[in-house]
DNA sequence: CGTCATATGTTATAACATAACGTGTCGCCG
DNA sequence: CGGCGACACGTTATGTTATAACATATGACG
């Protein structure tokens, strides 16, 4: 078998970049099934398990889905889900979530990872109805 | 069948709030089953969700769990997840978390709610390994 | 070349969540 | 008072997300 699992989070990587809108496991499973019809849910769920320890995606804890990663600072990403349109939009806040850790720390708190996401409507999706 | 659903709701509320860790929607369920043997997991969601909204609870979007709430703010509250023991403290945080909105209005987004969790090790755990 | 450690593939199932429909309750109007 | 329409709740069934457990392939190393 050999690096058949690199292959496949190259594979995820590019069919998540192709993507305008998150993707469940599932829907990268289904993408993925064309080119390898035997593949598994456990296979996509350890490539996406990888990409993202390399900061090359970020999953969406709110929305069990996933997107990739356009950010410098992907430790440090904050992102924006549109309810309307399913768009997200990375935003790079370093110092929030500096605030974020220390505001944990002053329990003692040692924090390793944040989930920080915000729901609400895309300008776009807002434009499109300004009064209602 | 009248008022079972906000009976429910109660109900649901005390199992959470004697829980010292998250509980899932199943936890719950298996909870209720002694005194309603015939619940199912509809109604259990439908209980769960009508106590988010009434901001009774949170919902632990990184854990598909819940824990009862205890803040004043309950819109404001920062989550920290102790990913060794399981145990969540809630803060408030309503400068934080102002500071994210603007920042998402920024780029014109219009926020309407946060998931912010925090994942890490609680200070009590972290006593028990204070070099490794 | 054997065997051990590790990564990957595969099967099966567990855990989480909701669609869709049936049924009871209540208010409203005749 | 009785029927009927709206809505909430219960129930069945199923859809979706995720992982445990095991099988198999690969490569390192003696």
Chains 1, 2 share one sequence.
Do not use: W
Not at 68 to 90: M, P, R, T
Request: with cysteine; net charge negative.
């Amino acid at each position: 078998m050999g690096k058949r699992g690199e292959e496949h989070q190259s594979e995820v990587l590019m069919i998540l970049r192709g993507a305008d809108r998150p993707l469940s496991a599932y829907d990268v499973l289904a993408e993925l099934r064309p080119s390898n019809p035997r593949i598994a849910p456990p296979t996509v769920y350890r490539a996406l398990a990888a990409l993202s320890d390399r900061g090359l995606i970020h999953r969406l804890e709110s929305l069990n889905a996933f997107i990739a990663c356009h950010c410098d600072d992907h430790q440090h990403a904050v992102l924006s889900i549109c309810d309307d349109c399913g768009s997200v939009e990375e935003t790079e806040a370093p110092e929030l979530l500096t605030n974020l850790e220390s505001l944990a720390a002053k329990s003692g708190f040692k924090a390793a990872r944040h989930v920080v996401e915000v729901h609400g409507v895309c300008s776009t999706c807002d434009d499109g109805k300004p009064v209602a």
